[in-house]
């Protein structure tokens, strides 16, 4: 399926646009018919119709639209997807014997073959495409780039979640092309130095702090890794003040667990392991803000990806605070979708008194990031904000994909924080 995005080297944005819709409709209403269920999956028998092939011309779709002016990624991320996660699959299927740690049901042969295909796949279709760009994009991009993405979206495949892979891996496909398509060699040039003059901090700091943090139990091995690799990373990219943050973010969100800690334990709604943060929760909430401290210098939009730092630091620190206060203390939950009464610790619940800890924690640390020199304080009403839409949109979504598996809690906390930087650089870009 994948040999038609060759196709879009000679179509405009809207003619590839039509043809998807146009293969929209006919994987909704025709195949179907034509096929007789011959194409249905188990799970597509189970609820009574094919969702898979309707989500892939959506996906192409979605993928032209959000690039119209760079097919290319449309291209690459289309690519990823058909070839990476059908090779996944049928390497999975036929040679898959090791299992992944995190999702017993995927193969370590699987995630290969969706990187190596994907990769294969992305690098192609990314050259194919090159002259439509202008300018055309250095080699670096066409080869690094696709490779980056498939990785990232082999990871996002690989969760145990039960969210359609045909959203999923063009998605992160699709963002990964993008960042790094922002990616310039003259801001990589002028911030070489400032990076390497903080890398040895930022090595001795993290890795002293990552140690404490395992002996005194607050975090798993895996969340030690993954956040000395962040810390690392922040610390390099936007120095002292930038790490401050992150770790006050970090030291709210692990104090905030550990209130209330014997009410949460009765009533089955205490963080797993006593409160200690694993990897995946570690980059769900801190990873896009490790992102956005990466772009910051090796992007021309060095303001804009500060922003985006300090919003999804806000974002995910208050939405932690709002969460664990919530449980601990909250009188009343409130579902916020239909605002009914609910059990503390129900997926998508709200309390009065968590909400206002939550709003009262990111004035704090949106505060904090102005003191330290990362943020203007005419902007700080845009990072509470954007953590308050986060908020609401990650319960939101918690109240009606969670429970079925669709999404986990670390998606949903990547969601947040993603969604709290989004609507602080909209709002930052509107005043």
């Known amino acids: 399926m994948s040999g038609f995005a060759l196709c879009l080297r000679a179509l405009t944005w809207w003619q590839a646009a039509l043809c998807a819709i146009a293969a929209l409709i006919v994987n909704a209403f025709v195949l179907p018919r034509l096929a007789g269920g011959s194409l249905d999956r188990p799970v597509d028998r189970a609820r009574g119709y094919p969702l898979g092939i309707v989500l892939y011309p959506l996906s192409v779709l979605l993928l032209i639209l959000a690039f119209p002016a760079r097919l290319d990624i449309a291209a690459s991320a289309w690519g990823i997807l058909a070839c990476g996660d059908g090779c996944a699959t049928l390497a999975g299927r036929a040679y898959g014997h090791h299992r992944l740690s995190w999702n017993p049901a995927k193969t370590w042969e699987g995630l290969i073959a969706f990187v190596v295909a994907g990769s294969a796949a ?178 021309p939009y060095h303001d804009a990806a500060l922003v985006a730092f300090v919003a999804a630091l806000v974002t995910g620190g208050s939405d932690t605070i709002a969460s664990e206060i919530g449980k601990a203390w909250g009188r009343r939950t409130y579902l916020v979708t239909t605002m009914a009464e609910v059990k503390p610790g129900t997926p998508g619940a709200m309390s009065l008194e968590g909400t206002a800890a939550g709003v009262l924690g990111a004035l704090v640390l949106a505060s904090l990031a102005t003191w330290l020199g990362l943020l203007p304080a005419s902007l700080v009403w845009c990072a509470v904000t954007g953590a308050v839409v986060g908020s609401l949109v990650e319960s939101a979504l918690a109240a009606t994909l969670e429970a079925p598996g669709i999404v986990n809690n670390d998606m949903l906390n990547f969601i947040n924080t993603a969604t709290g930087a989004i609507v602080a650089l909209g709002l930052t870009r509107w005043v």
């Open 122 to 299: 992305g690098i192609l279709l990314a050259w194919w495409m090159s002259p439509t760009v202008v300018p055309v994009p250095p080699v670096a991009f066409i080869v690094m780039a696709p490779i980056a993405a498939a990785v990232l979206a082999g990871l996002a495949e690989s969760l145990p979640v039960q969210l359609d892979d045909n959203l999923s891996v063009p998605a992160v496909a699709g963002a990964s092309l993008w960042l790094a398509s922002l990616v310039t060699m003259d801001a990589a040039r002028a911030s070489l130095l400032a990076v390497a003059a903080s890398a040895p901090a930022a090595l001795a700091v993290n890795t002293v702090v990552a140690i404490g943090g395992w002996r005194v139990g607050t975090v798993r091995a895996s969340g030690t890794i993954t956040g000395w690799a962040i810390g690392v990373a922040v610390y390099a990219c936007t120095g002292w003040p930038g790490w401050v943050l992150l770790f006050t973010t970090f030291l709210a969100a692990a104090m905030s667990s550990r209130l209330g800690f014997r009410r949460k334990a009765l009533l089955g709604i205490a963080e797993e392991r006593g409160g200690r943060r694993g990897g995946g929760n570690a980059f769900a909430n801190t990873g896009l803000a490790a992102i956005a401290a990466l772009a910051a210098v090796f992007t």
